[in-house]
């Protein structure tokens, strides 16, 4: 069994900092994408940033410049460092994961954490 377990939600105020951290756990070998979406109420769940097997990274335009991802290989850990919190970026953070192949060398297409609530207000 694959999980992903997120945690670094919480209350911030508006310009302050938040660390998110997902970790995968189970049979893993590899995983080849790891990535950050959220949801807002009322809204679509989007991309805020990925980190790719090669080690390129996307993140989503209202986010550049504030946010930085990075990734732990060996522990299967991603990380969503938040700088200058807005109240926009309040939202449902999930964590996921793409390609990961399991120790039977089976790969599981996408897995999905259970989110963490962040709330930037003063």
């Known amino acids: 069994q694959v999980q992903l377990v997120e945690s670094g939600g919480g209350l911030v105020q508006p310009g302050g900092s938040l660390r998110l951290s997902c970790a995968a756990s189970?049979?893993?070998?590899?995983?080849?994408?790891m990535g950050w979406y959220r949801e807002a109420p009322g809204k679509e769940r989007e991309l805020v940033a990925a980190?790719?097997?090669?080690?390129?990274?996307n993140y989503a335009d209202s986010v550049k410049g504030r946010f930085t991802i990075s990734r732990d290989y060996a522990k299967n850990t991603v990380y969503l460092q938040m700088n200058s919190l807005k109240p926009e970026d309040t939202a449902v953070y999930y964590c996921n994961a793409d390609g990961v192949w399991a120790s039977s060398w089976q790969v599981i297409p996408r897995v999905w954490g259970q989110g963490t609530l962040v709330t930037v207000s003063s």
């Open positions: 980190s790719l097997s090669g080690g390129s990274t």
């Open positions: 189970g049979s893993i070998r590899s995983i080849n994408a």
